[in-house]
């Protein structure tokens, strides 16, 4: 009973935010195009919008109380009062409009996916635009893809129980509803770098990335586990005009160590065939050190009879995330581990005893979820991971620590190597490259 009312008083709560005083010296912001943006953090003001339709702006910006609508991006761009903007273009836009934002001075919040193939990540994430200093504050410009879900503390204790270098086999799902775009939509474009890959599809590839250790998430750290090979890439295509856009996709990635990543996406899922977000990982047999086995087989103060001199435990686990996209509104984190006492070097041999461990997590705040280094950080159980995420884009802009939680340069360029792989392996030509310099 408690964990509906928990259920209901969150989801009114995402649904109600509380509003915040704003600090005096709060960061404004400008929207382009009239998509949402979390108003309930004290440091953020949505100051101004413009849009492609004068009069959707006007309505978006009454709807959510936005101050001004500007009648372009550049005017967004040259208002002096602005520092920061939030970018949640058409995918194929993305790259000309956040070199102008950090011409300009503003720091970028930058929708998934950052762009359109690895050539503009190289040339947007490294321009050294980044290491000139805004006009606008005394820091370094910021840029961030926004990847919102790996900000949430769901999403990091269900990392807490993933052993990275261990992964032998790991899939992530994403699935869209086709009620939700018109015919037109912007995501069916190739001229617009639409695409499955390039829309829900970025977010289960991401989830592989993160599983197999590709990045750790915290400064100045970012190893080199990303995929090895795209081993299969399964596209759906629409019918022309169309042809070279994917409407569903399913790809098998080799990861170093041998590790096997695979994926699937639709952007036009039928409501029958909806499924929850979900990643599920099995891990390789791990023969566990003394201390750990002794815990888990017991001895004087547990059930066991302790560990033999000659014996060794192994650990065979299986974590499951579903919901990983908002885990706000509900979540589930599942740990199964199978344990195989058995005597030292005797693989061949029959195991002395076998048992299973099942645990079910919840983690709406970093308290519950028992996030290491993560306990006293800011964040509420109502929380959405796009809340999370500009918790930490403030902290960079404003120079402070923050969680540590951040997507680097170097993270941002590979998860678009990663897509281009995809379309690579299945002949299918990359997303057009912009013609845009400054």
Same mark, same amino acid.
């Given at each position: 009973?408690?964990?509906?009312?928990?259920?209901?008083?969150?989801?009114?709560?995402?649904?109600?935010?509380?509003?915040?005083?704003?600090?005096?010296?709060?960061?404004?912001?400008?929207?382009?195009?009239?998509?949402?943006?979390?108003?309930?953090?004290?440091?953020?003001?949505?100051?101004?919008?413009?849009?492609?339709?004068?009069?959707?702006?006007?309505?978006?910006?009454?709807?959510?109380?936005?101050?001004?609508?500007?009648?372009?991006?550049?005017?967004?761009?040259?208002?002096?009062?602005?520092?920061?903007?939030?970018?949640?273009?058409?995918?194929?836009?993305?790259?000309?409009?956040?070199?102008?934002?950090? =011409?300009?001075? /503003?720091?970028?919040?930058?929708?998934?996916?950052?762009?359109?193939? *690895?050539? $503009? #990540? +190289?040339?947007? @994430?490294?321009?050294?635009?980044?290491?000139?200093?805004?006009?606008?504050?005394?820091?370094?410009?910021?840029?961030?893809?926004?990847?919102?879900?790996?900000?949430?503390?769901?999403?990091?204790?269900?990392?807490?129980?993933?052993?990275?270098?261990?992964?032998?086999?790991?899939?992530?799902?994403?699935?869209?509803?086709?009620?939700?775009?018109?015919?037109?939509?912007?995501?069916?474009?190739?001229?617009?770098?639409?695409?499955?890959?390039?829309?829900?599809?970025?977010?289960?590839?991401?989830?592989?990335?993160?599983?197999?250790?590709?990045?750790?998430?915290?400064?100045?750290?970012?190893?080199?586990?990303?995929?090895?090979?795209?081993?299969? =890439?399964?596209? /759906?295509?629409?019918?022309?005009?169309?042809?070279?856009?994917?409407? *569903?996709? $399913? #790809? +098998?990635?080799? @990861?170093?160590?041998?590790?096997?990543?695979?994926?699937?996406?639709?952007?036009?899922?039928?409501?029958?065939?909806?499924?929850?977000?979900?990643?599920?990982?099995?891990?390789?047999?791990?023969?566990?050190?003394?201390?750990?086995?002794?815990?888990?087989?017991?001895?004087?103060?547990?059930?066991?009879?302790?560990?033999?001199?000659?014996?060794?435990?192994?650990?065979?686990?299986?974590?499951?995330?579903?919901?990983?996209?908002?885990?706000?509104?509900?979540?589930?984190?599942?740990?199964?581990?199978?344990?195989?006492?058995?005597?030292?070097?005797?693989?061949?041999?029959?195991?002395?005893?076998?048992?299973?461990?099942?645990?079910?997590?919840? =983690?709406?705040?970093?308290?519950?979820?028992?996030?290491?280094?993560?306990?006293?950080?800011?964040? $509420? #159980?109502?929380?959405?991971?796009?809340?999370?995420?500009?918790?930490?884009?403030?902290?960079?802009?404003?120079?402070?620590?923050?969680?540590?939680?951040?997507?680097?340069?170097?993270?941002?360029?590979?998860?678009?190597?990663?897509?281009?792989?995809?379309?690579?392996?299945?002949?299918?030509?990359?997303?057009?490259?912009?013609?845009?310099?400054?």
């Amino acid at each position: 009973m408690a964990s509906v009312y928990g259920f209901i008083r969150r989801n009114w709560a995402i649904r109600n935010p509380p509003v915040v005083p704003k600090n005096e010296n709060a960061l404004k912001f400008g929207v382009f195009g009239a998509a949402n943006i979390t108003q309930s953090h004290p440091d953020v003001i949505v100051q101004c919008v413009a849009a492609r339709s004068e009069k959707k702006a006007q309505e978006y910006a009454k709807k959510h109380g936005i101050p001004e609508v500007k009648k372009s991006y550049q005017d967004i761009l040259d208002d002096p009062s602005i520092s920061c903007v939030y970018i949640p273009l058409p995918n194929g836009l993305h790259y000309e409009w956040a070199l102008r934002s950090l =011409a300009a001075g /503003k720091h970028v919040l930058l929708e998934k996916p950052s762009v359109s193939n *690895a050539t $503009e #990540a +190289k040339a947007l @994430f490294f321009s050294p635009l980044l290491e000139e200093t805004s006009d606008v504050t005394c820091t370094k410009l910021v840029l961030l893809e926004a990847f919102h879900f790996r900000f949430q503390p769901p999403w990091r204790a269900f990392m807490g129980h993933v052993d990275s270098e261990n992964v032998e086999r790991a899939r992530a799902t994403l699935a869209a509803p086709r009620v939700m775009f018109e015919k037109n939509d912007i995501r069916f474009q190739y001229a617009l770098s639409g695409g499955c890959a390039m829309d829900p599809g970025t977010y289960p590839v991401a989830c592989l990335r993160q599983v197999f250790g590709a990045t750790t998430d915290t400064e100045g750290v970012v190893e080199d586990r990303e995929p090895e090979e795209c081993l299969s =890439a399964d596209l /759906k295509m629409f019918p022309e005009p169309e042809g070279k856009t994917d409407s *569903a996709f $399913e #790809a +098998k990635f080799r @990861f170093p160590g041998g590790g096997i990543g695979e994926v699937r996406s639709n952007l036009l899922t039928g409501m029958l065939e909806m499924e929850i977000p979900r990643v599920e990982v099995v891990h390789r047999p791990v023969v566990l050190s003394a201390e750990e086995a002794a815990a888990k087989v017991g001895g004087k103060k547990g059930k066991g009879k302790g560990l033999g001199d000659d014996e060794e435990l192994v650990r065979t686990r299986k974590v499951v995330i579903e919901n990983y996209l908002v885990g706000a509104v509900w979540h589930r984190i599942i740990v199964e581990d199978d344990f195989l006492l058995r005597k030292r070097g005797g693989e061949s041999k029959e195991p002395i005893r076998k048992w299973t461990n099942k645990k079910v997590v919840k =983690a709406y705040t970093w308290e519950e979820g028992k996030v290491e280094a993560m306990e006293g950080q800011p964040g $509420e #159980a109502h929380w959405l991971t796009y809340r999370h995420q500009l918790e930490q884009f403030v902290n960079r802009v404003r120079g402070t620590k923050g969680n540590g939680l951040w997507i680097d340069a170097k993270d941002s360029v590979n998860q678009s190597k990663a897509i281009d792989m995809v379309y690579e392996k299945a002949g299918v030509p990359l997303r057009p490259t912009s013609e845009f310099q400054l």
